[in-house]
């Protein structure tokens, strides 16, 4: 079972390929990586590609509105894609649905 996170840069997007969990074990990772990432190159949006998740607690939003806020504060955007029925309901808890936008796919949200 793959639990670590991939990420792709597409120009100025970060896409993040989160695994099958997303809980406090692997968020302290995902937030140390994406740190450096952000700080080394010019990211102005971040996509979360959760097609592989199919669980989420409450640090995976932790860290979403972690990368939201940061990335509002200097103008940038960050979207969701591949989001399941079980994780959308944790978003929508968690008040992610109204921040961010949401993609069917990957190709979708970069062309977003």
Same mark, same amino acid.
């Given at each position: ?64 509105l972690n990368r ?10 960050? =979207?969701?894609?591949?989001?399941? =029925? ?5 978003l929508t808890i ?13 190709? =979708?949200?970069?062309?977003?």
């Amino acid at each position: 079972m793959n639990q670590s996170f991939t990420y792709e840069a597409k120009g100025q997007v970060l896409i993040i390929h989160l695994p099958k969990e997303l809980d406090h074990h692997n968020c302290r990772n995902l937030k140390y990586e994406t740190d450096l990432l952000l700080a080394e190159n010019y990211i102005n949006r971040i996509v979360f590609d959760f097609s592989r998740t199919e669980f989420m607690d409450s640090s995976g939003i932790g860290i979403l509105l972690n990368r939201y806020k940061q990335m509002t504060a200097n103008g940038g955007k960050v =979207a969701v894609c591949g989001v399941n =029925a079980q994780v959308q309901r944790i978003l929508t808890i968690g008040g992610i649905g109204r921040l961010m936008e949401h993609y069917d796919t990957r190709e =979708a949200a970069l062309m977003g």
